[in-house]
């Protein structure tokens, strides 16, 4: 079936670096993309979302960019904190608004924050 | 408002037993969601429902039954536990699938 993937499982980054985080999906008819942040022991938390007919958008920190000829998506994180430390899941939607609407997640990437 | 609520935390359970996880939402959200999140792994999606009277199932809803009487409440019944169904469950509410709000997740353990 359809499914939402990530390239890397971990990726460790230097306390001020930017993070980049990576997601391929392969249902081309999914309309929209979320990125969600999973802390240690809590529920996924929404960090920003994305259209399909939107290439870029911008939140406090976080950029998500949107290749739908290659369908990729990835998750920019602006001088990363140790807050930041957490498994992110991107997830897609087909059908956004349609009562056959549902959310796929992917199998997340831990990120880990070095001092 | 509390968001989405689930009841309980954590549960330990004997293979063949049955339980109800609870799920109730105060946002007036149409859509809600159950997921199960293995250890190391994403979340999959159990089963789902668009609005009162109405679910579907999702990518694993082998052993699992749910019902959705009230917009609110969206429990998930797990008839005749076994050890694959050890996870962590969690409910999600959204506005026609848009920015999808989670509750903290139900711990369970069957052995």
């Known amino acids: 079936g359809e499914s939402v993937g990530l390239h890397l499982p971990t990726l460790s980054v230097q306390e001020g670096d930017n993070s980049i985080i990576n997601c391929a999906y392969s249902n081309s008819a999914s309309d929209y993309f979320i990125w969600y942040k999973q802390e240690s022991g809590k529920g996924p938390q929404f960090i920003i979302d994305i259209r399909s007919n939107m290439d870029k958008r911008q939140g406090q920190r976080v950029t998500v960019l949107l290749n739908k000829t290659v369908k990729h998506l990835s998750l920019q994180i602006a001088a990363t904190q140790p807050g930041d430390s957490a498994v992110y899941f991107c997830?897609?939607?087909?059908?956004?608004?349609?009562?056959?609407?549902?959310?796929?997640f992917g199998s997340g990437t831990r990120l880990s924050i070095r001092p | 408002n509390a968001g989405v609520t689930q009841t309980p935390k954590f549960r330990i359970l004997k293979i063949g037993q049955s339980m109800t996880l609870q799920c109730a939402q105060d946002?007036?959200?149409?859509?809600m969601y159950w997921y199960r999140q293995d250890p190391g792994m994403g979340l999959k999606l159990i089963y789902y429902s668009v609005g009162a009277g109405i679910t579907d199932k999702g990518e694993v809803p082998n052993g699992y039954n749910v019902s959705r009487s009230t917009t609110e409440d969206f429990p998930l019944r797990l008839e005749l536990a076994a050890p694959s169904q050890t996870s962590v469950y969690f409910c999600?509410?959204?506005?026609?699938?848009?920015?999808?709000?989670f509750g903290p997740g139900t711990r369970l353990t069957v052995t």
């Open positions: 946002m007036n959200h149409n859509y």
């Open positions: 999600a509410s959204s506005i026609w699938g848009q920015d999808v709000h």
């Open positions: 997830a897609e939607i087909e059908g956004l608004g349609s009562s056959a609407s549902k959310i796929i």
